[in-house]
């Protein structure tokens, strides 16, 4: 059967499954290198058996490190989340949001039903000390009710067209939300979904990032 075909669990996805196959990969890789060392070592005279392990000791050193610093640049553009701009509005939440702040940021799809940020807005519970909407990846392996909750929201966010609808108001309002987050990378929540809309006041920006306070609803 297909790797893809494998059926996921809460805890081990198919791409966890393909992740970890470096492991038996790298134990065969090892193997079959180890088995042509010594079929051209027992090729060899004894005298000149010692200056090949010389060799090879010499050399295997060398390739290993040049292989680890080719490693070292390699980064993936989509995993960069924060800009500079990002950091600035990080320390305005600190000094000008109460500790009770909770921040409604943009979504996407991960993998199987779990959400992930797609801007620095996932990072403002670590950089800033203010809640999200959106926890790390690990609130899918809380309770289906939690899982489910943070989902259904990161959901609608990552599909968003209308912030102001009724339905998406009463979510937000259950989630107690008290401020929007968009950042400098951005995603399907946009500051022209807010700029003219009577539920949100422009608190922040700094031209990349854009900080709303959701108005208080006075008829509760």
């Excluded at 996407?108 to 670590?126: K, P």
């Excluded at 899918?140 to 102001?164: C, R």
Aim: glycine letters at 6%; proline letters at 4%; charged letters at 15%.
């Amino acid at each position: 059967m297909a790797l893809s075909c494998l059926p996921n669990t809460w805890l081990v996805s198919n791409i966890s499954t393909f992740i970890i196959l470096y492991i038996p990969f790298g134990i065969a890789v090892g193997y079959l290198f180890t088995t042509i060392y010594d079929y051209l070592r027992l090729g060899l005279g004894t005298h000149w058996q010692r200056y090949y392990q010389i060799l090879v000791l010499l050399i295997f050193p060398i390739v290993a490190m040049w292989g680890a610093w080719q490693q070292v640049p390699i980064i993936n553009p989509i995993t960069i989340l924060t800009a500079q701009e990002d950091m600035e509005a990080m320390t305005w939440i600190r000094e000008n949001t109460p500790p009770s702040a909770v921040f409604l940021v943009n979504t996407t799809v991960w993998m199987q039903q779990l959400y992930m940020g797609n801007d620095a807005g996932w990072w403002i519970s670590v950089l800033a000390d203010r809640q999200t909407t959106l926890p790390s990846g690990l609130y899918g392996m809380t309770s289906l009710e939690y899982t489910q909750k943070v989902g259904d929201l990161a959901k609608a966010i990552a599909e968003i067209e209308n912030l102001d609808d009724v339905e998406m108001q009463t979510m937000l309002d259950e989630w107690g939300v008290t401020h929007v987050y968009i950042g400098a990378k951005g995603g399907s929540l946009t500051p022209w979904m807010l700029l003219d809309s009577d539920n949100y006041n422009l608190a922040y920006t700094n031209g990349a990032v854009w900080i709303f306070e959701k108005a208080k609803n006075d008829t509760k």
